[in-house]
């Protein structure tokens, strides 16, 4: 409560904006995930690895804009690259372009994909694989995990209503790393048309999928002919070629999106030439794809420049790498007390597990202290870091190290304070 009440007390700009907005968006709100209790603090500007609040505080920034912001909020050779096409090239030119076709070029050979098309989220992404999966099957139901993610209709949560849910009969929900479930649920439940799954669990936050799980899901899939979809909407950025390479797996088809527009709206999905040809316009049977802002200049641009000129292979795996040595830290810190740190390179999830675990399996296992949870979210914005309630962190390129360790001293002082 006294953390509540230095909150209201240090956000005053930002409460009289969420009053405003109020007047016009349910809630104040238009990204669910976003709202957070007594009210939102309403950010003005990023800068570099920062952002400012509408109230004046500088925040380093751990929440990334859910992995999108990779790039940090002002990457040069992208904004660069976007200056340039505002000036020169034009937004909307209802036109192919050569641009999207570098861009796709430059996908397809990093992400090992035959093929891939564009869309304007990762949510559309999935929609569209999944659809693309049933016109090459010739079958509806899809499996996917509980606790999974895949976009703003596309939850399973165990617990999630089902008006949450893309028309939930047409979706078998299997246990996340638990291989044997996964088998009967993709073997044996017939007219299986796709598996869609992530290989580390993002909204967990961060429950890493096993080897053995994933190539379970690779295996059965194969067997009764369904396509393996692959969503590494969120896990692309932690290899040069995505998760899939770290753990040597061959999807039929990958979704992705975030930072691969370089931060403007953006989504993918790719794979066989021969699945992805149901896409083929030229072909007067094939599926429509469409989307006013699929191939729009800015995403296009700006993704192109950032993989081949920022986030290059070496430069991914450096910073994944920094990524890990963060988690080890943390967990270093929190060893022997409730918090527990999951995670892969860049990515990591903070929770605070009943009975001291420090790993979760899958989402139905997922019993926490959210009380501790938003304290440490609260405490921590003091602090002077942005990060999401949730407890997820997405590094961002140019955030110094000498920050993440700053933050491993605040989260060892935090624990300390609460004896928690
Ligand atoms: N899939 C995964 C794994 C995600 O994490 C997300 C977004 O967080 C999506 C799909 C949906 O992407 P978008 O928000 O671009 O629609």
Not at 147 to 168: K, Q, R, S
Request: aromatic share 8%; net charge negative.
């Amino acid at each position: 409560e006294a953390a509540k009440a230095r909150f209201v007390q240090r956000n005053p700009e930002s409460l009289r904006l969420h009053q405003e907005a109020l007047k016009s968006l349910p809630g104040g709100n238009t990204r669910s995930l976003l709202h957070t209790t007594p009210f939102p603090v309403f950010v003005k500007e990023g800068k570099g690895y920062q952002v400012v609040s509408e109230d004046g505080h500088t925040y380093t920034d751990f929440l990334g804009e859910m992995t999108a912001a990779l790039y940090g909020h002002s990457q040069p050779a992208i904004q660069k690259s976007l200056i340039n096409t505002i000036n020169n090239v034009g937004l909307n030119l209802g036109a192919t372009t050569k641009l999207e076709a570098q861009h796709a070029s430059l996908i397809c050979s990093r992400f090992h994909l035959d093929r891939v098309r564009f869309t304007n989220s990762g949510t559309e992404a999935n929609l569209h694989a999944i659809q693309g999966a049933r016109r090459f099957t010739g079958k509806r139901k899809i499996v996917v995990f509980g606790g999974g993610y895949h976009g703003a209709c596309f939850m399973f949560p165990e617990d999630a209503p089902a008006e949450n849910v893309v028309d939930a009969s047409e979706f078998i929900v299997a246990e996340y790393n638990d291989n044997e479930d996964t088998r009967v649920k993709i073997e044996e439940s017939g007219n299986v048309a796709a598996v869609l799954v992530e290989g580390m669990q993002g909204a967990g936050p961060c429950i890493v999928g096993t080897h053995a799980f994933l190539h379970q899901i690779q295996e059965s899939a194969r067997k009764v002919g369904a396509v393996f979809i692959l969503d590494e909407v969120m896990t692309s950025r932690l290899a040069p070629g995505g998760l899939q390479e770290l753990e040597d797996l061959e999807p039929d088809m990958t979704t992705m999106g975030k930072y691969l527009g370089g931060g403007i709206t953006f989504g993918c999905f790719g794979g066989k030439e021969q699945i992805m040809r149901v896409y083929d316009p030229r072909d007067g049977k094939a599926l429509a794809h469409s989307g006013t802002f699929n191939n729009n200049t800015l995403g296009m641009v700006a993704g192109y420049t950032g993989l081949s000129q920022v986030y290059t292979p070496e430069v991914c795996c450096e910073f994944n790498r920094m990524g890990d040595r963060f988690r080890e830290k943390l967990q270093a810190v929190s060893k022997g007390t409730k918090m527990a740190v999951m995670g892969r390179g860049s990515l990591l999830g903070l929770h605070f597990l009943e009975n001291g675990r420090k790993e979760l399996k899958n989402y139905s296992e997922r019993k926490e202290n959210g009380d501790l949870k938003e304290l440490l979210w609260l405490e921590l914005m003091e602090d002077g870091y942005w990060t999401h309630k949730r407890g997820s962190i997405s590094l961002m390129l140019d955030t110094p190290e000498e920050e993440l360790d700053r933050y491993v001293a605040c989260v060892a002082a935090f624990l300390r304070r609460h004896a928690a």
